[in-house]
């Protein structure tokens, strides 16, 4: 069994705007074989944008993402490598001064990482996320969206094979 998740957060200052987004995911998956897990993450998101003509723009979201990581190196290793995929189901609510609205997001997603094991069970993880979005909006966009996070994940099935 795997429990853990990660935040993330990235914010900017240019000479128009502010911009800022978080996220935090926590996640609970079954190794289905050695190395390979399968599971879903709940996640939470904001984000908001002010221009410096006065526009302000924030939105806030909640949505599950079922996924599947991979390990591939041995798990008794201190450092591993991962390739995670998913897909997550959105809800977002977007309040600015001029409109508020609600749309569904559908966003496959992917994420490479490398993980640090503080113990045998306990693990660090630092990883790139990658996904393609697509919002019913009152039109339809899609776009690509790459950023990188930060994790921590307990490992329930080595507790179970250091007991042995």
């Known amino acids: 069994m795997l429990i853990g998740g990660n935040a993330g957060f990235r914010g900017s200052i240019t000479s128009s705007n502010q911009f800022y987004n978080f996220s935090l995911q926590p996640n609970m998956g079954f190794f289905v074989i050695k190395k390979l897990a399968i599971g879903s993450s709940i996640g939470f998101y904001g984000q908001g944008e002010r221009n410096f003509q006065g526009g302000k723009y924030s939105s806030i979201g909640i949505g599950i993402s079922p996924f599947a990581r991979y390990y591939f ?92």
Do not use: C, M
Not at 126 to 154: E, H, K, L, M
């Open 73 to 164: 190196l041995k798990s008794e290793n201190k450092f591993n490598l991962f390739a995670n995929v998913g897909l997550g189901f959105y809800q977002n609510w977007t309040l600015n001064l001029d409109i508020n609205s609600t749309r569904f997001d559908v966003t496959p997603n992917s994420s490479v990482g490398l993980v640090y094991f503080l113990r045998p069970q306990i693990a660090l993880e630092a990883r790139i996320n990658a996904g393609y979005s697509y919002s019913n909006f009152g039109w339809t966009t899609f776009g690509v969206q790459v950023n990188s996070s930060i994790g921590f994940q307990i490992h329930l099935n080595k507790i179970r094979e250091d007991a042995k």
